[in-house]
């Protein structure tokens, strides 16, 4: 077949994909730069081949196949749609420990405050920020992100979430408490998610129940409940018990006696006279003579009216 005879059309022509203007531009960048990869013609070569162009060269028909053959690979192999490219960050990691004097650190958007004795260890990969906390305390001041994705601050086996706020997280060996300054967090802790808004903490204070003590019983009220109260000893009884101390305890013994001679009654006279009667018998002869002298006077018919008079002419 002539280059100028029409080819014979297929029995079952395949469907071929209109190619869009790209791909065409595409094609035509190959099949230049294949033109300029090929030698130079001969001078004269150039006017015949434009005057006589049936006559191609072999390699001008291997040119032509071989862009035909790159247009259709890029047709097959070029996606439909384009998807422009993302930025790629390497991952950064960096550990932050303070001693007595706090510190500072900006990562991205988020200005981290660590404590005194804290530890923190911060991930970065692009705009995704996760902060370790190990022990101490830090405090997080983070702008509004949009649709970024939120801030993540660890700490044991509780998860903080935020995507613009103000708020801080502690940890000791009693667990992991949250403060919120401004905005809201969300808590995620033992599989259940809590939102702490601004002036709240998590976990939340428990109120402090007050204690009502019962007022004790009066012990009084109690004695009387279990044992009658005691009388007071009878006259007889104190006259009695002063006779006993008269050798062991004279002095108690004196004081009894006064006591039942102040009290008045029949026991009255017999402790005064027994009074006298001791001070007698312990040679205070001046005391015994007041008292003997007092006992007639005041009981000019006792019962030991007699014996008193013997004691006072026997001094």
Do not use: C
């Not at 900006?106 to 260890?121: H, K, N, Q, R, Y």
């Not at 808004?197 to 279990?226: F, L, N, Y």
């Amino acid at each position: 077949m002539t280059p100028f005879e029409q080819p014979k059309p297929f029995r079952n022509p395949p469907k071929v994909e209109a190619l869009s203007d790209l791909s065409w531009k595409r094609i035509e960048q190959q099949v230049f730069l294949k033109l300029e990869q090929e030698p130079l013609p001969e001078p004269g070569l150039e006017q015949e081949r434009f005057v006589r162009p049936k006559k191609f060269s072999t390699g001008g028909a291997s040119l032509l196949m071989m862009a035909a053959a790159a247009a259709l690979a890029l047709f097959i192999a070029w996606p439909k749609t384009s998807v422009a490219p993302t930025e790629i960050v390497a991952p950064q990691r960096s550990r932050v420990v303070t001693q007595s004097a706090a510190s500072q650190v900006v990562v991205g958007d988020a200005t981290t405050e660590i404590a005194p004795s804290s530890a923190i260890l911060i991930d970065r990969a692009g705009d995704d920020i996760s902060v370790t906390l190990d022990t101490g305390s830090v405090s997080l001041k983070v702008a509004p992100r949009n649709e970024r994705a939120p801030i993540v601050v660890h700490s044991g086996e509780v998860r903080v979430e935020v995507v613009g706020t103000q708020f801080a997280v502690y940890r000791d060996h009693k667990g992991t408490r949250v403060t919120v300054s401004e905005g809201v967090v969300s808590v995620i802790a033992d599989g259940k998610r809590s939102s702490v808004a601004a002036g709240q903490q998590w976990p939340a204070a428990q109120p402090t129940e007050k204690r009502v003590k019962d007022s004790p019983p009066k012990r009084q009220a109690k004695a009387d409940q279990a044992t009658p109260r005691k009388t007071q000893p009878t006259a007889r009884e104190l006259f009695e018990q002063a006779g006993e101390y008269e050798l062991s305890s004279p002095e108690a013994a004196i004081a009894l006696y006064k006591q039942v001679a102040a009290g008045g009654g029949d026991w009255a006279a017999n402790a005064l006279y027994a009074h006298g009667r001791l001070e007698h018998s312990r040679s205070n002869d001046s005391e015994a003579t007041r008292l003997l002298t007092r006992y007639l006077a005041k009981y000019p018919t006792g019962a030991n009216v007699l014996d008193a008079q013997e004691l006072l002419e026997a001094r």
